[in-house]
């Protein structure tokens, strides 16, 4: 089968396209014809191994996996002894922020990671853009109490976190804020955003409204930057460590403080996660913003174009052709 492959850390031009044999599904496995990915923000984290702790997890000073790839769509190829949950022919999506080596023909999952049902109504690409960026944004909001008449800002609405954080905030009530590039000002007031911030045009750290919660989703500003948006109890959470990695000290001790707090939004429990976005699929709440698909032997175009930190929304990988 085609895959893309690499042997260290580094940029787009340590990946190639090569041949390597479809793996046999073991006992509780799954093998997946894949028909789509993404290329996202933690492909590249993964790809370059930075920061550093990544390592920690896709291996240090050199990758555990050859093949890249976090998030897939696709039909279930064959299943291994023991599979309960599903049979050959469901169409399926899932992701893992380790990695799943899906950025190949075929890949191997197990039964029990965050895998689900492509809903009705939804193609093989557009399921694969719900998982990495909704994953993140669901994460965020979990971090808090959240109730209608919160005011929510939005830093990076076109982002794949920042356009799922708008629509999982919309399908609870909240009133929602959110920045964009000229360009695209009403794609973000489709996704749902009551106001939207042109940010070339503006700063928007100089808002005249003040918000319960600022969530950065490229983690681009600072929590000193945004504490004027803040209410006297409100919480900036930004899905970056911040300009002098501070987030995560900041939150450890906003507990202990009164005022304006730091979260910051360490994601878990993937399948918690998927879920909640699979059920807004279901009710048409949920859809995700994509901006352009690549062939899986422009993989390095690909990259490099998502590194370019130019992205609207989802990268997909087009692996094979929708049926």
């Excluded at 599903?86 to 380790?98: C, E, Q, T």
């Excluded at 681009?220 to 945004?226: A, R």
């Excluded at 993989?299 to 130019?310: C, F, G, M, N, P």
Aim: hydrophobic share 40%.
């Amino acid at each position: 089968m085609k895959a893309v492959l690499r042997t260290r850390y580094g940029y787009p031009d340590v990946l190639n396209l090569g041949d390597i044999p479809v793996s046999v599904p073991k006992f509780n496995e799954l093998l997946i014809k894949v028909y789509a990915t993404t290329v996202n923000r933690t492909d590249c984290g993964i790809l370059r191994g930075k920061p550093a702790i990544i390592q920690a997890f896709t291996g240090f000073g050199k990758p555990k996996h050859q093949t890249p790839g976090t998030d897939f769509a696709g039909v279930i190829e064959e299943v291994g002894t023991g599979v309960t949950a599903f049979k050959r022919g469901d169409k399926v999506w899932g992701f893992d922020d380790n990695g799943l080596a899906s950025q190949a023909e075929f890949m191997v999952i197990r039964e029990d990671r965050a895998i689900f049902p492509v809903p009705e109504g939804f193609s093989f690409t557009q399921a694969a853009a719900c998982a990495e960026g909704a994953h993140y944004a669901v994460n965020f909001i979990n971090k808090v109490s959240l109730f209608m008449d919160h005011k929510v800002m939005v830093n990076g609405g076109t982002g794949a976190i920042g356009s799922a954080a708008i629509q999982l905030l919309k399908a609870k009530g909240l009133k929602v804020t959110a920045t964009a590039p000229t360009d695209h000002l009403t794609t973000v007031k489709t996704l749902g955003a009551d106001r939207v911030i042109d940010y070339q045009n503006e700063d928007f750290t100089k808002d005249h409204e003040v918000y319960d919660f600022v969530f950065d989703a490229v983690g681009k500003s600072s929590f000193s930057q945004c504490k004027p948006l803040l209410k006297s109890n409100g919480t900036y959470i930004s899905s970056e460590l911040g300009p002098h990695s501070e987030n995560p000290l900041l939150a450890l001790i906003s507990p202990f403080t009164s005022g304006k707090k730091v979260k910051f939004p360490l994601p878990t429990n993937i399948k918690g996660s998927l879920a909640v976005v699979l059920d807004l699929m279901k009710q048409g709440k949920f859809k995700p913003l994509i901006d352009r698909s690549f062939r899986l032997e422009e993989i390095r175009k690909a990259y490099t174009y998502v590194l370019s930190e130019q992205k609207i929304g989802n990268v997909i990988l087009q692996v094979r052709d929708e049926k």
